[in-house]
């Protein structure tokens, strides 16, 4: 369950789940495991841009049979959570700025990995799976253009007057662009490099919460 919506907050951090929160792609890992051959044709195709999220991720998760899913959940047990994570959230707590973690990947694979941490943030926003069917289907409320989860739709939401993107790669793109301060490292910080974007590179989250704690004195 999602903390009820603060209405138009000064700040609200939104922050990419697999690779960010995780020390490893935990997502794009999982659909390497499962859908091997058609990870390795789709996958360098999303990176590119040549092939929106929204069809590759979905064709990828519509591949795999559904009585795999608790297998999926099993993969997930196994992941870390990155440096400096809780100490960012008791500082954002000390400020009253909610964190909100959109993922490009599996709501029930964040839910896993974080733990008793779920209370800690603000809300989760997801891709969601059918298993009904002989194939996982894809669900997602947030839906965009080129994307299974727009993350951009959940800045939105909230419409914060800052708005703080915390992320690693081509799911995070869109967010960054949009978002007033961003934090980002691997592949999204060369896309925002080619795009002028500015940003701030990092590494663990003592980095991001060093860094605010300067700019919000």
């Known amino acids: 369950m999602s ?26 890992g999982m659909l390497k495991h499962f859908t091997p051959e058609l ?11 040549r092939l929106t999220l929204r069809e590759g991720v979905r064709q990828l998760l519509e591949s795999i049979p559904s009585k795999r899913y608790p297998e999926i959940l099993d993969y997930a047990r196994s992941q870390v959570i990155r440096a400096g994570f809780v100490e960012l959230l008791d500082f954002l707590d000390a400020k009253g700025v909610p964190f909100v973690v959109v993922s490009g990947g599996l709501r029930g694979m964040v839910e896993i990995v974080l733990g008793s941490l779920r209370k800690r943030v603000q809300a989760i926003y997801a891709v969601d799976v059918e298993t009904k069917g002989e194939y996982l289907q894809a669900k997602s409320e947030y839906e965009g253009d080129t994307e299974l989860m727009s993350k951009v739709k959940v800045i939105e939401k909230y419409a914060p007057d800052e708005s703080v993107a915390i992320g690693d790669s081509v799911t995070d793109l869109n967010m960054a662009m949009y978002a007033s ?3 980002a490292r691997d592949r999204l910080a060369q896309y925002l490099e080619a795009r002028q974007k500015p940003y701030t590179p990092w590494n663990d989250f003592f980095d991001i919460r060093d860094t605010l704690s300067q700019r919000w004195q």
Request: aromatic content about 12%; some cysteine; charged content about 20%.
């Open 181 to 183: 301060v961003v934090f």
């Open 39 to 49: 990870s390795a044709k789709l996958m360098p195709e999303m990176y590119a841009l």
């Open 3 to 28: 903390a009820p919506l603060i209405q138009n907050p000064k700040r609200v951090v939104f922050c990419d789940f697999d690779g960010t929160i995780t020390t490893e792609e935990t997502f794009v």
